[in-house]
C-alpha cells in the first residue's frame, strides 16, 4: 500500500495553506520503523479488534432506528398528515475520535441527532430522554441541559455515548444529507449550530489531509505520548482530541507522501519551532453571510489574548485552545522538544518507540508543588463536586501564573484519591496536583511570597459558582495547600512517588530545548525528509515563513502589524514567545531556592463558631520541621464565614468564552480562524520566556496587539465567574481561610 511509483507517478495535490516542505516519498527503513511504532502502540489498548468494531456499528443502528422511530412518533402526535410524518427522517452523525478512525478500546462515541424543524430540542431532553429510559440495553442514563452544548450521556450495551442534539430547519432529513454546507446552518439555534460543529469539524479535517491512514496512524501515535505525558486535557488547559488532530493534520499537510513514522518526528519538529501565537490553520478562513461569530483578533478583543491558537476548518471558525494558558503552553513546547530528541534517536536506531511512550515523572521534576483537596460526604455529592472543582482548576493556574514570583504553574490531568487519614475526617476525598517553578530573584537574600489571596480568590469563585449551579451541599470543601517535593509522600503511596532510572527520563528542563540540527547534519531533525544540513534547514524555514505571510497577508498585519519583510527573520534573535504577565519572564529556580511555610489563619468573622484544626492542617504539622514549624496556629474550617475582602473579577484566569461551564461537555472543535504560522529556531526554554520580557518582539518585529499585561478580566463572561457582587455562600457551607506565605533563600 506505501507503494513509492505509485506516489511518484500520480499528480500531488496542494494541501493546506502553504506548499509542502517535502514531498519526498518512504523509503524502506521508514515502514520498517512504521511497523515498529505500530507494535509499540498495541500493548497500551490503541486498536479495536474487528468483534468491538463491529459491536459499535451495532449499538449506533440500533440508535438511529430509535432516533427515526421516536421522530416519526412526534410528528403524528403534533398532527403532522401522516404521508409527511412517514417521510420526516432524523439521522445519527458521529463526530471525534470514532469518526475521526482513531478511538481506542472501550472509548466513547460522540454523536449528533440530527431531526426535521417539527421537533423542538424540549422534546429532544423530554421524549426522546424518555424513551431511552424505557431500553433495556440502555443504563446510566443523564442528561446535561444546561452545558454550552447540551448534552445526553448513556451507556448502550456497554458503549458509551454523549449524544448532542440540532434541529434543522427543514422539513425533512434524509439518509444522505450533507452537513458540510454551510447553509445548513441559517437561522439555526447557536446551541444548535454547536451541536453540528464538531460533525462539520471532524468530516472537514479528513478532507484535508492528503492520505487518511496515515493521518490516522500518526494521531493515534501523538494522542498515546499526550496522555502518556500528562498534556492531554482541554479542560485542564491543555489540548484536546480535536486540536491535537489538527497539529497531526497541518504535519500531514506539509510532509504529504511520508508514513508515520516520520510524521510522529516531524510533528515535534514543526510544533517546537513554531511562532505561537501565530494560528495554525489547514485552510484559508472562508468568508459567509450567516453572520456568525469567528475567531478573529482584528475584531474580537478576546481572541488577541489566546496563547496557541488552533482554529477550527469548518465555518465558523474557531480557536479549540481558548483554555491554553502561558503556563500549559511552556509545559507543552518542552514536551514537543523532549519528543524531538526521543524520536531523532529512533529514527538514528540509537533508541526504540516505548521510550517516547514513557509516562512524565512528574512528582520527580519539580521542588514545590500546590495540592489542591476537594472532598463531600456523599459519594454522589462528591462525583458532583470534583466535576465543577476540576473545571475551575485552570481558573487556578492563572491566578498563579499571574504572580510575579512564578514562573510556571503545571497541573497533572489525572486526580488521586486522599488516602485514609483525609478520607476519615473528610469522607470522599479527590486531590490534584501542580508542579510549581518559582522565579530567581536577582540580588536578594530572601523572598517573602504570599499565595494567601491567589488560593482564596480560587476556592471562593469555585463556592461561588457551585452555589449558582445549586450543586454546593453541606459537606462540600475545597483546600488548597503548598507542599515540596519530599513531603508528598504524606500524600500519595511511595509507588506513584517512585523515582525511575535517569536515563530513562532525560531531564529536559536541562536541554531539550537545543534542538539536535545544532549537534549534526545527519540527525534528522531538519525539516526536510532528507538528511538536509543546518543551511538547507534554515533556508526552508524561511520559505514556509514567506509562503504564509503571503497567503494571507491581511490577516496577519492587521494583526501583528509586522513592517518588515519575513526576510529579516534570519536575521532575529531567537523568537520570543509572548508575556501575557511579567511573572512568566524569568529563568527557573535554581537547587539552592528553598521554600518554607508560614500557615496561619485569619480570625474568624464576627459571630463565627470554630470546629476543630481540619485534616490537611494536621497532616501538615507533622512534616514541617525545625525552624519552619507551624506557630502554633492551627487551620480552621469557619462556618458561616463571609469574605474579608472584596472579589475582583480582575483575579480570574483562562477561560473559555461558555457561559455555563458546568457541567460542561465541550465538543472538541466547537471553537476556531486565522493565519498559518511560521517557525522558530530552538532556544534554552527560559531564555526565551526572558527575552519575551525584555524584547516584547515576536520574531524581531514590533507586536502591537498580542503582549498585554493585563490579568485578562476581558476574557470573562458575565456568567461563567460571577461578579464581585455575588456572594460566597454562607449557609452552613464551611469556607477554609487559610494564609499561604513562603519564604524562598536566594
Known sequence: ?????????????????TSPISLAPPKDIDCIHTQKLVEAMKPFGVFEDEDELNHRLVVLGKLNNLVKEWILELGESKNLPPSAAANVGGKIFTFGSYRLGVHTKGADIDAVCVAPRHVERSDFFQSFFEKLKHQEEIKNLRAVEDAYVPVVKFEFDGIEIDLVFARLSMQ????????????????????????????????????????????????????????????????LGFLGGVSWAMLVARTCQLYPNALASTLVNKFFLVFSKWEWPNPVLLKQPEESNLNLPVWDPRVNPSDRYHVMPIITPAYPQQNSTYNVSTSTRAVMIEEFKHGLVVTN????????????????????KYKHYIVLTASAFTEDHHLEWIGLVESKIRVLVGNLERNEFITIAHVKPQSFRGNQELSKQSGYVSMWFLGIVFRKVENAESVNIDLTYVIQSFTDTV?????????L???????????????????????TLQKRKKQSMPDIS????????????????????????????????????????STAEIERNAVYQRSNSANNREKAPHVAVPSVSKGLSVPVIDAKMEATVAIRTSG?????????????SQLRAHFVQGQHELNGTPIMDFKNAAPKRPYSPTSKGSHSPTSEEYPKKTVDGEKLTGQ??????????????????????????SMLIPIINTTRSQRLSSKELPDSSSPVPTNSIRIIKRSIKLTLNG
Open 604 to 616: 474568624p468573622p464576627t459571630g463565627c463558631t470554630v470546629p476543630g484544626p481540619n485534616a490537611v
Open 510 to 549: 536541562q536541554n531539550a530545548s537545543g534542538l539536535q540540527c545544532k549537534r549534526t547534519s545527519s540527525d534528522g531533525s531538519c525539516l526536510d525528509s532528507s538528511r538536509d544540513t543546518d543551511s538547507r534547514t534554515t533556508s526552508l524555514l524561511n520559505k514556509i515563513t514567506k509562503l504564509d505571510t
Open 172 to 235: 425533512t432529513v434524509s439518509d444522505n444529507l450533507d452537513l458540510g454546507d454551510d447553509s445548513r446552518l441559517r437561522s439555526l439555534d447557536i446551541r444548535c449550530i454547536r451541536s453540528l460543529n464538531g460533525c462539520r469539524v471532524t468530516d472537514e479535517i479528513l478532507h484535508l489531509v492528503p492520505n487518511k491512514d496515515n493521518f490516522r496512524l500518526t494521531l493515534r501515535a501523538i494522542k498515546l505520548w499526550a496522555k502518556r505525558r500528562g498534556i492531554y486535557s482541554n479542560m
Open 345 to 364: 534517536e529512533i529514527l538514528q536506531g540509537k533508541s526504540d518507540w516505548p521510550k517516547l511512550f514513557e509516562p512524565l515523572n512528574f512528582f520527580q
Open 676 to 701: 498559518d504560522s511560521a517557525f522558530k529556531d530552538g532556544g534554552n526554554l527560559e531564555d526565551v520566556r526572558r527575552r519575551a520580557t525584555e524584547n516584547g518582539v515576536l520574531g524581531g518585529k
Open 463 to 471: 463556592y461561588r459558582q457551585a452555589n449558582n449551579l445549586n450543586v
Open 1 to 17: 500500500s506505501h507503494s513509492t511509483s505509485r506516489l511518484q507517478n500520480q499528480p500531488q495535490r496542494h494541501y493546506g495553506i
Open 473 to 495: 451541599k453541606e459537606g462540600m470543601k475545597i483546600e488548597a495547600a503548598h507542599v515540596k517535593r519530599k513531603h508528598l509522600h504524606y500524600f500519595l503511596p511511595a509507588e
